[in-house]
């Protein structure tokens, strides 16, 4: 009978850790560049490639290459309770970036939606 409860309680504790479980927060660009410049401490994070970043990116971005092998390498310096705001060309490598940050332990992760691509042809500020 002991065990019995100890497993109910056990699926339980379960249940609700996976219903708490952090997602990602997609944003449109004017709303991410406007949420990230209020928030302090916050970490901007480029995960396109070298070649795509210095052809112009969001000020005060760090450069860490999705597609490179050492992706966890570049970002383990930055503490999990820091808020990380990611983008891409198009969204996608940042969503799946931003999907393995929360998988790491990160709590607070925004992904910028249409990604780089979108927030140049909305005309916001950038360095060339």
């Known amino acids: 009978m002991t065990l019995r409860i100890f ?6 504790i379960f249940t ?11 944003l ?15 970490v901007l994070i480029d995960v396109r490639t070298d070649w795509e970043y210095k052809n112009g990116h969001l000020k005060n971005s760090r450069n860490v290459d999705w597609m490179g092998e050492s992706f966890m390498d570049g970002i383990k310096d930055i503490p999990k309770d820091k808020a990380l705001y990611v983008y891409c060309h198009s969204g996608g490598r940042s969503s799946e970036a931003a999907k393995k940050l929360i998988e790491s ?4 992760v925004y992904n910028m939606s249409g990604g780089f691509s979108a927030y140049s042809k909305a005309k916001l500020p950038y360095d060339k």
């Open 7 to 12: 497993f109910l309680i056990f699926i339980f």
């Open 16 to 26: 609700i850790s996976l219903s708490q479980a952090q997602e990602v927060t997609n």
């Open 28 to 42: 449109g660009p004017a709303e991410f560049q406007k949420k990230f410049e209020t928030e302090k401490n916050a």
């Open 105 to 108: 332990g990160y709590i607070n």
